[in-house]
């Protein structure tokens, strides 16, 4: 043999010498981490699958764990159990993707739950507005016709003080306080209106 990952006692029969590997892997001997991966996936991929019941999370966690596992390889202490090392590795990256999926669905909920008061306070505001407006027409059609031609010259025409009073043939003061008591007259009627409703 050539002495690479398969060679020099780095397997013991089928089993891989964690200690051995770790250390070709920190020499910088990147490639020797894929006997751990071929190795240990089968188990990994249990415990991630048991735990979170998901062919494609788990998947993702599972590359996950080897990723952080090879981040993590200055961390293992030789004559440790690597099998138990790795376990732990993944259960913490299960554990840090529920609490995820946790935070996720709050953070779900709560946007839901603030779309349906944004829905429920906009559907109450419609209908405040659709009743606002009723109410409104109505006390507009009791006025008399002087009165909305007035109304209709300053708020639909846009008219100022001036250009109205010239149109009413009265002088701008005039005009001035019949819109502020044709304003109350509206106001008194709406409030009227809404206090019966």
Do not use: P
Not at 123 to 128: K, S, W
Not at 131 to 146: F, K, M, N, P
Not at 164 to 180: D, M, N, P, W
């Amino acid at each position: 043999m050539d002495g690479g990952v398969y060679g020099s006692g780095v397997f013991r029969g089928d089993v891989v010498n964690a200690d051995l590997i770790v250390r070709k892997v920190l020499a910088g001997e990147i490639d020797a981490f894929g006997a751990i991966i071929r190795e240990y996936q089968g188990t990994v991929w249990a415990i991630v699958a048991c735990m979170l019941r998901d062919r494609s999370a788990t998947e993702d966690i599972v590359q996950q764990v080897f990723v952080n596992a090879y981040t993590k390889l200055d961390q293992y202490r030789a004559g440790a159990d690597f099998e138990k090392w790795l376990k732990g590795i993944a259960r913490n990256a299960v554990r840090f993707e529920l609490r995820r999926r946790v935070r996720e669905s709050l953070r779900l909920k709560q946007h839901q739950d603030h779309l349906l008061d944004l829905m429920a306070n906009e559907a109450r505001a419609d209908e405040h507005d659709a009743t606002l407006r009723e109410v409104v027409e109505a006390c507009v059609e009791s006025l008399s016709s002087s009165s909305k031609e007035a109304l209709d010259l300053r708020y639909r025409q846009q008219m100022d003080f001036g250009q109205i009073a010239v149109k009413l043939g009265r002088t701008v003061e005039a005009t001035r306080q019949v819109l502020f008591r044709i304003r109350d007259a509206l106001r008194e009627c709406a409030d009227s209106k809404l206090a019966k409703t």
